[in-house]
């Protein structure tokens, strides 16, 4: 059983930075696919972007170039850097882990961001 631990959310004005944390136990983090999602009020959840185990990193069209997500796996860490944010951003984000077997797929209970002045 992975426990996933999400921080670094909050308020911010758009044009603004945060920097998203999502720290995971009780597994061999390195064995995992590490995503992080979103889901906004009235809409659906979305990836955002996930990152492989060799550390390639996948981004949806709308965060291009403003978010990167990277891991370290000494630290058992998955961070989302987002930058230039938007209203548009505002959502709960949730940490994934997923080892791309059955039954090995975790969620962390998710951070709130809201982009507003």
């Known amino acids: 059983q992975v426990q996933l631990v999400e921080s670094g959310g909050g308020l911010v004005q758009p044009g603004g930075s945060l920097r998203l944390s999502c720290v995971a136990s009780?597994?061999?983090?390195?064995?995992?696919?590490m995503g992080w999602y979103r889901q906004a009020p009235g809409k659906q959840r979305e990836l955002v972007a996930e990152i492989s185990r060799g550390g390639t990193p996948n981004y949806i069209d709308r965060v291009k170039g403003r978010f990167t997500i990277s891991r370290d796996n000494t630290k058992n860490t998955v961070y989302l850097e987002m930058n230039s944010l938007e209203p548009e951003d505002t959502a709960v984000y949730y940490c994934?882990?997923?080892?791309?077997?059955?039954?090995?797929?975790?969620w962390g209970t998710g951070i709130l961001v809201t982009v507003s002045s």
């Open positions: 009780g597994g061999i983090f390195r064995l995992y696919v």
């Open positions: 994934n882990a997923d080892r791309r077997v059955a039954g090995s797929e975790y």
